[in-house]
């Protein structure tokens, strides 16, 4: 009998192009599988009709998903006007009788301005937001409408890129919990004629554009040895917070959970470095002391 190959420490950051089609877990295990790591996750999923940017975190950097869980991302959006879908997007069922929907330029853009700044999305039934333990989509798959209310979000900014056929192209700035295919669904309600997202592309999140992302084929295509070029180091998605390096004794102090006085650094959460070393996050009071928030296991780390 063959041995299964023993899974081995990878510890940092893929950005990865996903492609379309294929869930954000079928992606991660995938990228698991080609770099032969013991952990990973992902930093929030997108449809599997939807493509671009899913950044995949392995080992210690599985602790700081949350910094990209709450950034503001940014897509580009193609909106089918005429007709809703139960799902909000292509692959969904059509909902009433499809309509013609001519709408011109000028109509279009002043409809848009009205969804820019903070609005209230009802999140949609196929979504993996949970009730009593189990996600929606569960639930809308038996057929079952469970009531939601309505978030609020805000929509930084959202341009027209183009018109054509029965639809139109548009780029999406907005925060964290927004649903572009709701943000279809009710710009087409608000020109009256029905609208479905029939093509969506992840190009940002917080700093981190697509130009940096990989393709799955891409990774496999790389020999095994080389595939580990594409993993970024763990302090990747924390590089936007202040710095602060320790000495050896404040360092030993540190990972022994104990709080540092007379660090000279602005209150918040920091970056917390032994010597060269990432050690984790500390948070910063405002008595300069700085206590230890999200440590990782350095001994793993070279």
Known sequence: MQRKLARRAVDGV?????PCGMTSNAALQKAKWLLNAAKAGHTGTLDPMATGLLPLTFGEATKFSQML???????????????????????????????????DSATLS?????????IEQLPPMYSALK?????????????????????????????????SGGGFDIEVA?????????????IGRALGCGAHLSALRRTRIGVFDIAQAVSLAELEASEP??????VKPVDTLVGHLPQVVLDAEQTRLM?????????????????????ERFIGLGEV???????????IATGQLS
């Open 14 to 18: 893929v950005f990865l192009d996903k």
């Open 69 to 103: 869980l709450d950034a503001d991302k940014t897509y580009e959006a193609t909106v089918s006007l005429g007709q809703e879908t139960d799902t909000g997007d292509a692959d969904g069922k059509p909902l009433g009788t499809s309509m013609d929907a001519i709408v």
């Open 110 to 118: 002043r409809t848009l301005e009205r969804f820019v700044g903070d």
């Open 131 to 163: 009730r009593e333990g189990k996600p929606l989509y569960e639930y809308a798959r038996a057929g079952i409408e469970v009531e939601r209310s309505a978030r609020p979000v805000r929509i930084h900014s959202l341009s027209l890129r183009g018109i």
């Open 174 to 186: 907005c925060s964290k919990g927004t649903y572009i295919r709701t943000l279809a669904i009710d």
């Open 225 to 230: 040895a080389a595939r580990d070029a594409f």
């Open 255 to 275: 990972l022994n959970g104990h709080m540092l006085n007379g660090i000279d650094s602005p209150k918040g959460l920091v970056r917390l470095y032994g010597g």
């Open 285 to 295: 009071r405002d008595t300069g002391e700085v206590s230890p928030k999200r440590l």
